[in-house]
């Protein structure tokens, strides 16, 4: 049975994780099978939803297969995640990710990946490495800093610290928080709204935006003014110029206040 459904529609993909007996731990024939999905994912894929079947997103790395390696083949494993979730962020196509229940260890490594992520109230996040004696290896120390700060997730490693939504909302592991069950149906329009984007436009966001937060402001405003110069000049830009100037586009207009379901998930509340 595969670990890993892929369904296509709309120019959307989801991918759905289906280990959910062992709460969706990531074994490597599964995260080289999402590797494979990304090398090639096809010209009419234009977003991309990561998703899980049960109640958790992802408890990690599947400890049934961590046998006693030498240095170097686990230097080799870590090296192949490595691999797997660089060509997840590094891709052509924008991914979203649908969190619930568990977001541990590799399962928080894989939606750090992820370029959007969405998460229900069940949703907690753990890196529980640190009091099993091991170091993170799937990009984590790299990633995870980014969203949160190192010094937050020292504390979560240091201390075995477990996140609910609604403070893994307010550190910036989630962009969303939706209501109980939410997170799915959220992740979808998401990236339908993402597919609708000029394919010029989503890939400047994946690949020139990383490189300009990196780079020196003046090598940052240089690639900038090349990127847009790009985007500007392609026929895609200039009909939805001309659409919106004609009147056939809408206007930005003020969000829609959603009901806040962050406050539904009392902050601090001890985690399942």
């Known amino acids: 049975m595969s670990t890993l459904s892929i369904d296509r529609h709309d120019g959307v993909a989801v991918l759905t994780l289906c280990r959910p007996a062992k709460r969706n731990a990531l074994d490597d024939a599964t995260v080289l099978r999402i590797e494979e999905f990304f090398r090639t ?14 109640e958790h997103f992802s408890a990690g790395l599947d400890l049934g297969e961590l046998t006693e390696r030498s240095t170097e ?8 995640w490595h691999r797997v979730f660089d060509t997840i962020e590094g891709g052509r196509v924008p991914v979203v ?15 750090a990946a992820a370029h959007i992520r969405v998460a229900d109230p069940s949703t907690f996040y753990a890196l529980p490495e640190g009091r099993r004696g091991l170091f993170v290896g799937g990009g984590g120390s ?18 075995g610290r477990v996140l609910d939504a609604a403070e893994g909302q307010a550190v910036g592991l989630s962009h969303y ?54 985007a500007a000049g392609s026929g895609d830009a200039q009909a939805r110029m001309r ?30």
């Open 142 to 159: 790299v990633r995870v800093p980014r969203l949160i700060g190192g010094h937050r997730m020292a504390d979560m490693m240091l201390t």
């Open 97 to 111: 990710a649908a969190l619930k229940g568990a977001v541990i260890g590799g399962g928080l490594e894989l939606a």
């Open 177 to 230: 928080l939706t209501d109980e069950g939410g997170a799915r149906a959220k992740a979808l329009e998401l990236a339908a709204r993402i597919a609708s984007n000029a394919p010029l436009t989503n890939f400047a966001v994946l690949q020139a935006l990383p490189r300009i937060t990196e780079a020196s402001p003046a090598g940052g405003l240089l690639l900038e003014s090349l990127m847009s110069a790009v």
């Open 73 to 80: 083949e686990a230097l080799e494993h870590s090296l192949m």
């Open 243 to 272: 659409a919106f100037l004609e009147g056939r586009a809408p206007k930005v207009a003020a969000a829609k206040a959603d009901p806040a379901p962050a406050a539904q998930v009392t902050p601090g509340k001890a985690a399942r």
């Open 41 to 54: 994912p096809g010209p009419e894929v234009r977003a991309v939803v990561l998703d899980a079947e049960g």
